[in-house]
């Protein structure tokens, strides 16, 4: 059972008006098997703190430690973390074109396991997965996000997801776009990854509708680049009820 130790993380970025600290103070841990809502206004740092552990190069670690099963997560490169076991389901996936789905997933399989996977196997892998988050199987051969509509770009994330098998899954704002058949489809497709392994999530989001559907074992509130308050499910239900006032008029 994998553990993602987050501990005083600090992260800058560079703006218009010089650098700006985003990420002031993050403490977090995540294990296999759990489920841990991030929750917090526009502009908090919820999608910094997933792109500074994924590594994307604009976000400047400038304090702290991200460590995965012992391991420093910081001196990996993006590759290494992904195959360490770590995986990002984009905001706003891009578009590849020239490389069509199938391609890309098997590329994807074989450069994570450090081998090709067993091609009728993993043929079969990939249909079955497809037809359980309702794609038709012509999607295998058209190009990466070229064209696909919100629904059709989460539904691949969650593919790629189950395919992949990571152990720790960061999710950023995969219910946004999404109308209530395919927040269902993609939540179920969450749930499927979980109860077949000891998948740890990291879930952002803004609103507690996809938490219906995927439960939560623990709800961080995020505010001005830290964790402001953490508590079970129920703290969702009072975000619904009176949103981020509080934190954010602490916050000022």
């Given amino acids: 059972m994998s553990i993602l130790e987050i501990k005083d993380l600090h992260a800058t970025v560079e703006t218009p008006e010089g ?43 400038t304090g702290g430690s991200v460590m995965l099963d012992g391991e420093d997560v910081l001196e990996m490169s993006v590759d290494e973390r992904a195959r360490a076991g770590l995986f990002l389901a984009m905001q706003y996936p891009v578009e590849v074109p020239g490389v069509t789905v199938s391609n890309f997933l098997r590329t994807a399989k074989t450069a994570v396991s450090g081998q090709a996977p067993a ?31 919100g629904g059709e770009k989460k539904r691949h994330e969650i593919l790629q997801m189950e395919l992949l098998k990571p152990s720790i899954a960061i999710l950023d704002e995969t219910d946004s776009g ?7 489809i993609v939540s179920e497709g969450v749930n499927r990854a979980k109860a077949n392994t000891d998948l740890g999530v990291m879930l ?11 439960k939560p074992d623990f709800v961080h509130v995020f505010v001005d680049g830290r964790v402001a308050e953490q508590g079970g499910p129920e703290l969702a239900e009072r975000l619904e009820a009176e949103g981020y006032e509080r934190f954010l008029a602490g916050a000022e």
């Fill in 19 to 61: 650098t700006k600290e985003i990420l002031k103070g993050v403490d977090l841990t995540i294990k296999g098997g759990e489920t841990h809502a991030i929750m917090g206004p526009n502009g908090s740092g919820k999608s910094t703190l997933a792109y500074s552990i994924a590594g994307h190069p604009k976000y400047e670690i």
């Fill in 119 to 149: 091609l009728r196997t993993w043929v079969k892998d990939v249909k079955s997965a497809m037809a359980d988050l309702k794609m038709d199987e012509a999607f295998a051969d058209r190009n990466v996000n070229e064209g696909f509509s």
């Fill in 178 to 184: 999404l109308d209530v058949d395919a927040l269902r």
């Fill in 204 to 214: 952002i989001t803004h609103y507690t509708r996809i938490l219906n559907y995927i």
